[in-house]
């Protein structure tokens, strides 16, 4: 690579060499090497390139399904780092695939396994919210009856951000169907609670289940609203709104 010299700096290629722009400055260097499209389509050494580019595709098109399907639990949640985080999750899910050849990998194949839903169950979508500090409660997930089952709720211990008057809990399971593309959400009514009450023990079920056949994975989703001459906020604030797996 070499310096352009002279009053009009050229852009473009001329007598098999590049002339362009690098951090401003104009350059020139032959032409040719380095990658291409139709040598990575088709060349032997570039099938490791091939499996890969396949693979991050497929784990890229699921995040961005699941991150769609997830919508009502994130709609009040901002944070740039979740795409990525998301997009190592599931390369990581795609990797427990042992049945399938290089290239072929699924996310799929992957979370069917028991390491791989662990490792989806552990993940923490909004990780400045932690549930066991937050909202400590004792629940538990029926996962043939998708109902969600919260004890003894006790608001005295649950961490109200300042200037919060209420809490809402949401819950809901999402139906997927990975070939078909079909990532669904069914949603129960959610709970809002003022802070002070006492809820006790209460039960989570969407008003309509996934079709059966379908993947399910549950979520419970907490976020905190300020309320001012009869109008509900939402703290948006990092670290006041909340989502994990729950099954």
């Given at each position: 690579m070499a310096t352009q010299k002279g009053i009009l700096p050229l852009v473009g290629t001329l007598g098999g060499v590049n002339f362009y722009y690098r951090k401003g400055k104009p350059v020139a260097r032959k032409a040719g090497g380095g990658f291409n499209g139709k040598a990575i389509k088709t060349k032997p050494n570039m099938v490791r390139v091939r499996e890969n580019g396949s693979e991050f595709g497929h784990c890229s098109r699921v995040k961005s399904a699941f991150r769609q399907a997830l919508y009502p639990f994130l709609e009040h949640y901002s944070d740039g780092r979740l795409h990525g985080r998301m997009m190592s999750l599931f390369q990581e899910i795609k990797k427990l695939d042992t049945v399938s050849a290089r290239g072929l990998r699924t996310v799929e194949n992957g979370i069917l396994t028991l390491e791989g839903r662990a490792l989806f169950k552990s993940f923490r979508f909004t990780p400045s919210f932690i549930f066991e500090h937050k909202v400590p409660m004792k629940a538990h997930y029926d996962a043939e009856g998708c109902v969600y089952t919260i004890e003894?709720?006790?608001?005295?211990?649950?961490?109200?951000?300042?200037?919060?008057?209420?809490?809402?809990?949401?819950?809901?399971?999402?139906?997927?169907?990975?070939?078909?593309?079909?990532?669904?959400?069914?949603?129960?009514?959610?709970?809002?609670?003022?802070?002070?009450?006492h809820p006790g023990t209460f039960a989570m079920t969407p008003t309509h289940l996934p079709e059966v056949g379908l993947h399910r994975f549950a979520f419970l989703g907490v976020c905190f609203y300020q309320e001012l001459h009869g109008v509900r906020y939402v703290l948006r604030e990092d670290g006041n709104v909340g989502v994990a797996v729950v099954g």
């Open positions: 003894h709720l006790d608001l005295s211990q649950v961490k109200f951000p300042k200037g919060a008057t209420h809490i809402e809990l949401k819950f809901g399971v999402l139906g997927v169907a990975f070939d078909a593309r079909i990532y669904n959400m069914f949603m129960a009514p959610p709970m809002v609670f003022e802070k002070g009450e």
